[in-house]
C-alpha cells in the first residue's frame, strides 16, 4: 500500500476539471463526451460536484464515465461551495471552472493552459464563450460601480435600450474578441484558474451561492497583482441561461443578492449609500421578475 500510494503521489497533473452539476443531466454528459472527444494533450482529471440532482445524471456518469471523480452532496449547497469541494481535492497545476452546458471545442483547453504557462503573471483567464449561432458571448466585464450596475445584461435598460452607452462600456461590448484582452473579470462558465495564485488568494467566497462568486474571486486576484485576462483561440460553446431559465426567480434574487454582497464587501459603503443601493437593487429585481412574469404570460 505504501508503495501504491508514493507512486501515484508521483504522478502530476496540469489541469483539472470541475464540473458543478444540479439537474443537468442532458447537458453534462455532452459537456463530458466533448472533453472526451477534444481532450488536452497533458495530464489532466475531472472532478463532478453534484448538488443533489433528482434526474439520473449521477447514475449516467456512474455508469459512463468510469474516469470522472464524482462528489455528490446530500443537499445543494450552491455553486461556490460545490467548486471548493472539487478545488481541495483537485492537483492540478492550473483549475478550470467549467460549466456542464457548455461545448469543448478542440485545441481549446490546450489554448488555455498554454496561455497560462506563457503568462506567469495571470491567475485567471476566460474563455472565447460562443452562442450555438456562432455569434460571441460578451463573457468579460469591468467591475461594477454603483452606477452601471444597473445596465447589466439583465437589466430593464438593456432590454429597451440594447444599444446604450453605459451597458456597452460596462458589458464591453466594444472589445476585439479575436485578440487576448487584458480585463476585470470574466464569466465562471470557464475560467482556468492558477493553484499558486488561489493559494494566495483564497478559494471561492462561499456567501455567494451562486452568481457574482466570479466577480469577487476576480476582483481579490486584481488587488493581489495578478492579471485576470480573456483567451481568444480558447473556444467553448456556451447553452447561455439554462440555470436561469429553469429556475428564473431564485437566479435573479440570488443574482442581485450576490451584487449587493460585493459592493457591501470590497467599495466601503456608507450607511446611507448602502441604502441607496438595497433599495436601487430591490426596485431593479422587482421590475425584472415583472417583465419576466409577463414574458412567460404572453409565451403561454
Not at 452562442?131 to 447589466?152: A, E, K, L
Not at 460553446?237 to 428564473?248: D, E, N, S, Y
Amino acid at each position: 500500500m505504501k508503495g501504491q500510494r508514493l507512486s501515484e503521489a508521483k504522478k502530476k497533473v496540469e489541469l483539472s476539471i470541475i464540473i458543478v452539476n444540479f439537474n443537468t443531466g442532458r447537458f453534462l454528459t455532452r459537456c463530458l463526451d466533448f472533453i472526451g472527444k477534444n481532450s488536452p494533450k497533458r495530464s489532466f482529471e475531472i472532478f463532478v460536484v453534484d448538488n443533489n440532482s433528482n434526474d439520473n445524471s449521477i447514475e449516467i456518469v456512474k455508469k459512463h464515465y468510469p474516469e470522472v471523480k464524482l462528489i455528490k452532496n446530500s443537499s445543494n449547497f450552491g455553486f461556490s461551495y460545490a467548486n471548493n469541494q472539487g478545488i481541495v481535492r483537485s492537483k492540478g497545476k492550473y483549475i478550470l471552472i467549467l460549466n456542464p452546458d457548455t461545448i469543448v471545442t478542440e485545441g481549446a483547453l490546450d489554448a488555455l493552459v498554454d496561455f497560462m504557462n506563457r503568462n506567469p503573471d495571470a491567475g485567471i483567464a476566460g474563455a472565447k464563450l460562443l452562442n450555438f449561432n456562432g455569434s460571441i458571448q460578451y463573457s468579460c466585464r469591468r467591475f461594477p460601480t454603483i452606477f452601471s450596475v444597473f445596465f447589466g445584461r439583465q437589466s430593464i435598460f438593456i432590454k429597451f435600450l440594447p444599444y446604450n452607452r453605459v451597458s456597452r462600456k460596462y458589458l464591453m461590448m466594444d472589445e476585439d474578441y479575436s485578440k487576448n484582452i487584458e480585463v476585470d473579470w470574466v464569466f465562471g462558465a470557464s475560467m482556468i484558474v492558477r493553484r499558486k495564485a488561489l493559494e494566495e488568494v483564497g478559494i471561492f467566497d462561499e456567501d455567494y451561492f451562486i452568481f457574482v462568486e466570479d466577480t469577487d474571486l476576480c476582483y481579490r486576484m486584481r488587488k493581489k497583482g495578478w492579471n485576470v485576462c480573456f483567451v481568444a483561440d480558447a473556444v467553448f460553446f456556451h447553452h447561455l441561461g439554462v440555470t436561469r431559465a429553469r429556475f428564473w426567480k431564485t437566479t435573479l434574487l440570488n443574482h442581485n443578492l450576490g451584487m449587493f454582497k460585493f459592493f457591501k464587501k470590497h467599495y466601503n459603503l456608507n450607511p446611507f449609500t448602502q441604502t441607496i443601493l438595497s433599495v436601487g437593487l430591490s426596485l431593479r429585481l422587482l421590475l425584472l421578475v415583472m417583465v419576466k412574469a409577463a414574458e412567460n404570460f404572453i409565451q403561454g
